[in-house]
């Protein structure tokens, strides 16, 4: 323990190297969770053609939405508030973290299935089977979050590897059957699977009856990363919808298509968290002054990164690219571009977010989610009307950038704010 406002005194070797082995298991399990993801979209993209595929990408982002809902109320203040401290402290709260997730899952769970129910046909089915899978859906990224605020990450990289093989036999049997809702059980009944099996990993038992006990302590915080959460997956779903209002269903598919193509960094931004703000907590309570850099290191890297990428597909050959996508390549293809610039953006704030995270403040943080939320929303639909999907494309792309700057401007305030805060007034005798 140090007094307040003393820095720890960990030698900067070995300090660099326990955040690289963190960042790396980190990257691992990223990997290993967009490798899943990429392979189901392409799976159900290959095997349903263009329009199933839309309902199929309908689900799944309403699944965002719910898995951020979790998040917010459950994982995020777990990370925020318990990442590096003793196990029995860090134990206690992931059984109540855990819980929460738990019965986020099976209360949304039992309201999508009855509304799929109650809807019928094609899409109502899709979501009568994303509410039989929600609660393991949530479990299981539940245990991941945990294992990154413990700061073992390998234990996450296995439990999404567990995920992976389990998936493998489920998609089979999926494609056998060739519904929507046969894909969505196998990829979430494999979900189940990986959070049983992270239950043996932690040795603790989930409680949900913890849930009111851990919303009480944590509501601050609670809240508000819900707000956040919801407005930033609640608008990909606003977006979804009206897209296949104003374009049509299979638009819906043409974007996911599209998004595939970046899976692997995408899947980073949703579940950037699990590694970068228990990270950049650490920073914070170890040396506060290299916060900043290291968020823009942070989010920079992911910019490069994603662009690099793009640039690689704008040269993948279209036989190549129906391949792996089927029907849905040559009109994603079209995308490729303005997607990777929307990625890279969102790559380049989420370096800003991360540092507001572990400065525990959530109303910069808010405030710049809704609005980047309330951007993504307007480009997007608003270029659906002026130009069909590839005008949604730039739209959102273009909401991205105004996004990005937002959360920096936010950072840097928040930055100073502490700074002011922490240096002492200097009177005159």
Not at 300 to 310: D, N, P, S
Request: net charge positive.
């Amino acid at each position: 323990m140090t007094a307040e406002g003393e820095e720890t005194t960990t030698p900067p070797g070995p300090a660099r190297r326990g955040v690289v082995g963190r960042l790396s298991w980190g990257l691992a399990d990223q990997a290993a969770s967009s490798l899943s993801n990429f392979v189901v979209g392409v799976y159900v993209a290959r095997s349903l053609g263009l329009t199933a595929f839309g309902v199929f990408s309908l689900a799944w982002v309403t699944y965002g939405v719910v898995l951020n809902v979790s998040r917010g109320l459950a994982t995020d203040p777990l990370v925020v508030r318990f990442s590096g401290v003793p196990e029995s402290v860090w134990r206690g709260a992931v059984a109540r973290s855990s819980g929460t997730a738990l019965l986020v899952g099976t209360g949304i769970g039992t309201v999508s299935l009855a509304a799929g129910l109650a809807i019928g046909g094609q899409v109502g089915a899709a979501f009568a089977g994303l509410g039989v899978v929600l609660p393991g859906l949530l479990l299981q990224d539940a245990w991941r979050y945990a294992f990154f605020a413990a700061g073992v990450g390998r234990k996450a990289f296995v439990n999404d590897v567990v995920w992976g093989v389990a998936l493998v036999p489920a998609m089979v049997v999926a494609a056998r059957v060739g519904t929507v809702t046969a894909f969505l059980l196998a990829w979430g009944g494999s979900a189940a699977v990986a959070g049983a099996y992270g239950w043996f990993q932690s040795g603790i038992r989930p409680r949900p009856g913890g849930a009111r006990d851990w919303h009480r302590d944590h509501r601050d915080l609670g809240y508000r990363y819900l707000a956040e959460n919801v407005g930033v997956s609640g608008a990909g779903q606003i977006r979804a919808y009206g897209l296949g209002v104003i374009v049509g269903v299979g638009a819906v598919g043409v974007i996911r298509g599209a998004e595939l193509l970046l899976g692997p960094f995408l899947a980073i931004l949703m579940g950037l968290s699990l590694v970068t703000v228990a990270e950049a907590a650490r920073v914070l309570r170890q040396a506060p002054h290299r916060l900043g850099p290291f968020c823009f290191l942070l989010g920079g890297g992911q910019a490069v990164a994603a662009l690099l990428w793009g640039a690689v597909l704008l040269l993948v050959p279209d036989r190549f690219g129906e391949l792996v996508l089927g029907d849905v390549w040559s009109s994603a293809a079209e995308l490729i571009v303005p997607v990777t610039l929307g990625v890279a953006a969102a790559g380049l704030g989420t370096g800003a977010a991360s540092g507001l995270r572990a400065l525990a403040a959530a109303r910069r943080s808010l405030r710049s989610q809704l609005f980047a939320s309330a951007c993504y929303v307007t480009g997007g639909l608003g270029g659906a009307v002026a130009d069909g999907v590839v005008g949604s494309a730039w739209g959102a792309a273009a909401a991205s950038v105004c996004g990005s700057a937002v959360w920096w401007l936010q950072l840097r305030a928040a930055l100073r704010e502490r700074q002011d805060h922490s240096v002492p007034e200097v009177r005159n005798p």
